[in-house]
């Protein structure tokens, strides 16, 4: 069982920038913490890299029914490349640009746990505190922590399988988080707290209760206050898309005779983003999402020697490098999270050591929400054989596997027939 304890532990929040360059090339974000990371070579990615990354994505969009995404890959030694592809709908609605804003799915959940590490070095929790001392009426999780919430250890069920398709039905509705986590609470629990990796959404809902509670802020007060405004990120909140300058998304759903309709998703650009809550509820932009997950990744919001020290195997029979703490998964040198919300599949991840980043968004929720994480692998694979720039020199690190390996993976996950090259 794993345990931290106030002696062991070095948190300390970053009160100043760190002494590293800007990230992206160009950008100016108005936070007062740098990601410590190598500087961005300011070069666009060569021709032959940007068609190899556009084809992966496209591939991607076509197997899923997106008819737009938008993709950001940052390689600090060769280039970057960030662009929107597409439509908003299959039927036209205006290209899709880079400047759009998306749910950002799954990766709440590590925004979550960058406010409790933080809460917890300003002395207003304990990470091995039990839920039960900021939730009430839940008296069977007194032997569950927050850490373990947040390291997804808690044992505790999801929510999501079983009130999915309400949320397509009724995407206006307004969920109760509680509600929400009662859910994941009537399932049996995996095992003993502590001892395993339990994909568990009512676990970061539960998380974002005891925050709340312990703090006397609402939720979305905390991602502000804790992770956008110190990091910069203008375009990220939890709660609602922008009435104008969204990216539309949708679910494709099966029509009268029973087949799905790639054709014609259903809108769900305006659905509540209640049914993620501290779990899934963030919007925000590519800019903004490459930028956090490198946050995330170099440790950037809180130093703390422990969070990501005790990986966990996201499944029993998957590859050892595939692993879950701290809020993040870490797939080889990579840190981040995936997963999708109705309307969008959403990933992010970056190196903290080489500063390779991918994020990328697809606009129709239909498939396995994997195929995010598939194809986020896959352009990081592309990306990782970038050549270097004038005066930079490639990363030796590689990544256990092949950009071949995951577009294959992302075709078998495919609910949709792409359309005919043109």
């Given at each position: 069982m794993r345990t931290r304890s106030t002696r062991h532990r070095a948190i300390a929040v970053i009160a100043g920038a760190l002494t590293s360059a800007l990230v992206f090339a160009g950008c100016s974000f108005g936070g007062e913490i740098e990601p410590d990371l190598p500087p961005q070579s300011t070069?666009?990615?060569?021709?032959?890299?940007?068609?190899?990354?556009?084809?992966?994505?496209?591939?991607?969009?076509?197997?899923?029914?997106?008819?737009?995404?938008?993709?950001?890959?940052?390689?600090?030694?060769?280039?970057?490349?960030?662009?929107?592809?597409?439509?908003?709908?299959?039927?036209?609605?205006?290209?899709?640009?880079?400047?759009?804003?998306?749910?950002?799915g799954k990766v709440t959940r590590a925004m979550t746990c960058d406010v409790l590490f933080e809460v917890a070095a300003a002395g207003k929790v304990k990470l091995d505190d039990s839920v039960t001392q900021y939730v009430s009426g839940v008296p069977d999780l007194a032997d569950v922590t927050l850490v373990q919430l947040c390291d997804g250890t808690s044992g505790i069920g999801s929510y999501a399988g079983q009130l999915y398709s309400s949320w397509i039905t009724n995407p206006d509705r307004v969920w109760d988080p509680r509600y929400l986590a009662s859910f994941g609470l009537g399932q049996p629990r995996s095992g003993a707290p502590g001892a395993s990796y339990r994909d568990s959404d009512a676990g970061y809902v539960l998380l974002g209760l005891a925050l709340q509670r312990a703090t006397e802020m609402t939720a979305a007060d905390l991602i502000h206050a804790y992770v956008a405004d110190p990091l910069?990120?203008?375009?990220?909140?939890?709660?609602?898309?922008?009435?104008?300058?969204?990216?539309?998304?949708?679910?494709?759903?099966?029509?009268?005779?029973?087949?799905?309709?790639?054709?014609?998703?259903?809108?769900?650009?305006?659905?509540?983003?209640?049914?993620?809550?501290?779990?899934?509820?963030?919007?925000?932009?590519?800019?903004?999402?490459?930028?956090?997950?490198?946050?995330?990744?170099?440790?950037?919001?809180?130093?703390?020697?422990?969070?990501?020290?005790?990986?966990?195997?996201?499944?029993?029979?998957?590859?050892?490098?595939?692993?879950?703490?701290?809020?993040?998964?870490?797939?080889?040198?990579?840190?981040?999270?995936?997963?999708?919300?109705?309307?969008?599949?959403?990933?992010?991840?970056?190196?903290?050591?080489?500063?390779?980043?991918?994020?990328?968004?697809?606009?129709?929720?239909?498939?396995?929400?994997?195929?995010?994480?598939?194809?986020?692998?896959?352009?990081a694979a592309i990306a990782s054989k970038a050549p270097a720039a004038a005066g930079e020199t490639v990363p030796e690190a590689g990544l256990p596997w092949t950009a071949e390996q995951y577009r294959e993976a992302i075709a078998a996950a495919a609910v949709c027939t792409p359309p005919p090259a043109e």
């Open positions: 070069a666009a990615f060569p021709d032959e890299t940007v068609q190899q990354l556009t084809d992966a994505v496209t591939h991607a969009m076509g197997v899923t029914g997106s008819s737009g995404a938008i993709v950001g890959v940052w390689a600090p030694w060769s280039g970057s490349w960030v662009a929107g592809l597409g439509t908003q709908r299959p039927d036209g609605g205006g290209d899709v640009t880079a400047d759009l804003v998306f749910r950002a910069g990120l203008d375009a990220t909140s939890l709660g609602e898309l922008p009435a104008e300058g969204a990216l539309k998304g949708g679910q494709s759903v099966n029509n009268a005779e029973g087949v799905l309709d790639c054709a014609a998703p259903v809108d769900l650009t305006t659905a509540s983003s209640s049914s993620g809550f501290t779990d899934a509820g963030a919007v925000t932009n590519i800019d903004d999402l490459g930028r956090y997950v490198q946050a995330l990744a170099a440790g950037a919001l809180v130093q703390d020697d422990d969070r990501f020290g005790a990986p966990v195997a996201v499944a029993a029979d998957g590859p050892s490098w595939y692993t879950a703490d701290g809020g993040a998964l870490h797939a080889g040198s990579l840190v981040g999270q995936y997963g999708k919300v109705p309307g969008y599949i959403t990933a992010a991840f970056a190196d903290p050591e080489s500063g390779l980043t991918v994020a990328v968004v697809l606009n129709n929720s239909a498939a396995d929400g994997a195929v995010g994480e598939y194809l986020a692998w896959e352009l």
